[in-house]
């Protein structure tokens, strides 16, 4: 009984822990909105002189290559948000959460383990985003027999003019959800450059955005006819007849593949919760202690980080290996 009370004076008195650290960093916070609200406009022109007063040292920055990371990052959020996210800012919050995890773990685990806490929630966005343009690209690969018969039939009602062509298929094409989108970001792009390199990487995040090899030379024939206003009709012509030979494989590789991605999909999350039903069923084990194990102990919030890490990864792999996208 003494060993009882013992604990559930320690339980009462972490409860009392945490809800004062909740408190306190409520508080700060609402401290910090004021500050925010009140001075806001004068740290903005603060900043603006800043820049302005280093606005070599941010050209100079402004007209740097980006590295494969950031430009890899750059293609991964053109596709998968409606609003693309700078690279570096996408970065800068991943630190952010990586610091903070790492920063409250450490003070009530060991260090390797705050360590790889922080990495692998500091991970997860980025990997929602990977199974995220898995899935665009799967989605859009099936529309290419659609898209490339209109884009064909618009460029030559067009007079071969290629933007205008982009603009007629956005319109026209009610079944191009996905494409549709990708061909809308490519025509921005391309409106507001004549820049041959600009339009090159322009149309190669719409390549990247399907990944097919279709996708690959329409994107190509798009990039010559934008630079030099060269005649594509024969290029489109092959890209249809190739899709067309390809439907007969692609159906009979989705009836192989039909079930696969359903048995991963729905086994994990059946067996993780068939092991907390023989816990508290057959174990005797209280579903409130179990509660307490999984998400309150170092060992129990690893072990529950790692399952949803891994069972993202498995979603990502069914997406790449089972759900392959429509191509010749």
């Not at 409520?26 to 740290?43: D, K, N, P």
């Not at 205008?164 to 494409?179: C, D, N, P, W, Y």
């Amino acid at each position: 009984m003494p060993a009882k009370k013992g604990n559930g004076m320690q339980t009462e008195i972490g409860r009392m822990d945490l809800c004062f650290i909740l408190i306190s960093a409520t508080m700060y916070l609402i401290f910090l909105l004021g500050i925010w609200m009140i001075y806001s406009e004068r740290m903005r022109c603060s900043w603006a002189k800043i820049l302005m007063h280093n606005r070599l040292k941010a050209r100079r920055k402004a007209l740097r290559p980006e590295t494969a990371l950031e430009k890899h990052l750059r293609k991964v959020l053109s596709i998968t948000l409606k609003k693309p996210m700078n690279p570096k800012t996408f970065l800068r919050y991943t630190g952010a959460i990586f610091s903070l995890i790492l920063l409250a773990g450490i003070q009530t685990v060991s260090a390797p383990s705050a360590f790889f806490m922080a990495t692998l929630i500091s991970s997860m966005p980025y990997l929602m985003l990977r199974v995220r343009v898995e899935t665009i690209r799967r989605k859009s690969s099936y529309e290419g027999e659609k898209l490339i018969a209109e884009f064909l039939c618009q460029y030559r009602i067009s007079g071969l003019n290629i933007y205008k062509t982009i603009e007629q298929v956005i319109i026209a094409s009610e079944g191009l959800k996905i494409t549709g989108k990708l061909l809308f970001k490519l025509l921005l792009e391309l409106r507001n450059t004549g820049n041959s390199m600009v339009i090159k990487e322009a149309t190669e995040r719409f390549a990247y955005g399907i990944n097919t090899g279709w996708s690959r030379m329409l994107a190509n024939c798009i990039r010559i006819s934008a630079e030099n206003g060269t005649n594509v009709t024969l290029a489109l012509e092959d890209i249809q007849i190739q899709l067309r030979e390809a439907r007969m494989l692609f159906e009979e590789r989705k009836r192989l593949n039909s079930e696969s991605a359903r048995m991963v999909v729905f086994l994990a999350p059946v067996m993780y919760l068939g092991t907390v039903v023989m816990s508290v069923k057959y174990l005797g084990m209280p579903f409130d202690r179990l509660l307490k194990n999984q998400f309150y102990t170092e060992r129990g919030f690893l072990l529950i980080l790692l399952i949803t890490f891994l069972f993202l990864i498995n979603l990502a792999l069914i997406e790449i290996i089972n759900n392959q996208r429509f191509d010749y």
